[in-house]
DNA sequence: AATCCATGTGAATTTAAATTCACATTAAGG
DNA sequence: CCTTAATGTGAATTTAAATTCACATGGATT
């Protein structure tokens, strides 16, 4: 793998990128690799010179998506120090990958990708656990700083956070672009804020 | 439709039931007909004489769910009469329609069913959206007896309760059944409830 | 009893898609 | 320049699954 030509790497990332950008064009479809061919104008059998099969590309994929959600916590810690300003920022971030880049929600929160092999179920459920870990010691963090509300359950409170992202996703794709991603976050995140309060907060 | 026999009515139910009930399997798997066919024992193409094809099954398979989800809402309005409670029951028949019956909840937040044609997304999506508009009309009952907080919106509150909901069937389809839905209910519950708490209430 | 119809079957057939293969083309390095 | 390896192509081939079809069978109706 670190010993593959540059010129063969940058191809392969074409190519996942390029399903990626089907994947996230609204109307379905299960990903076929004549589209992702036709995408990048080659032939269907050109794509088998940089994967072995078309299940190594959607493996690809979601090694993909397991960069793009870790990069966007590594950026949200660098901008923001307080953990609250860091889930709010994180929200928006997450509004971008449902609503312009790729359908990447999609595909972590459908069965799609995964259908047939339990290994890429098993590898999303690692991404996506991984994910709710990093959300923990992000509200960890923010509890010994007393920004959050210490006495609550990091990880119900993880995956609270994970419930505004993930109906808003679904939302968007069934009703094909339609529903309101934004006014949905900034509708749940009074909400969820009012959640994390610490508890003398209430009284003013 | 209402002058069919009896016996193939159901016929078609079993049908139906049979789908269910392998797409609940934890394994995945997109449905194949002749699964369905073999776990009633009969061959695939007997399947077309209650169905004109795949998809239409597929349909009846989303009216199916639609009539569940409903009946679970209204057996909840049945049984208890304040907003809380009701939306904590609900929780329960959640869980078992995650854990127990087919996986209906997969079903309902993933692309599988829908992948084609646009048109059952579209009916997903009214189905969703009928449920949140039930789920919200609790609401607001409760918020006109002050047992939620009136200053809410019932919206959001509406999509925060699916959003418990959502992610457990994801995670607990996703770990092969592993994830323990009713720790996650019951950590997930208390903060959803302090979210309704009517103002005063907090002082205590 | 004769007929009809709903339901079933197994053996094709169709279809859509992935995959393979024999053959270009091009660029890089000796 | 010649060789080689990487990348591409279009035309098969394979595969998996849905679907059709010609032919039972059994029970209800006349």
Redesign the interface.
Known sequence: MSTEKLASKIRKDQIVEAALHILGDK????IKITEIASYLGLAPSALYRHFKNKDAILTAILEHIREKMYKNVERVRAKKDNAIDRLQELLTLHENLICQHQGIP?IV????L???E?IK??R??LI?RGYLLELEAIIREGQMKNEINPD??P???A??F???V??AA??W????GTFDVNG?FT??WP??Q??LQVEGR??L
Not at 27 to 30: E, F, L
Not at 109 to 112: C, I, K, T, V, W
Not at 173 to 176: A, K
């Open positions: 109307r379905v479809k299960k999609r929160f459908s069965d799609e995964w259908g047939q339990k179920r098993q999303m459920y996506v609550l359950n990880e119900a409170v995956r609270m994970f419930g505004i993930q109906p679904l939302l794709h069934m009703s094909e949905h509708a749940a909400l969820f009012s959640v209430c009284e």
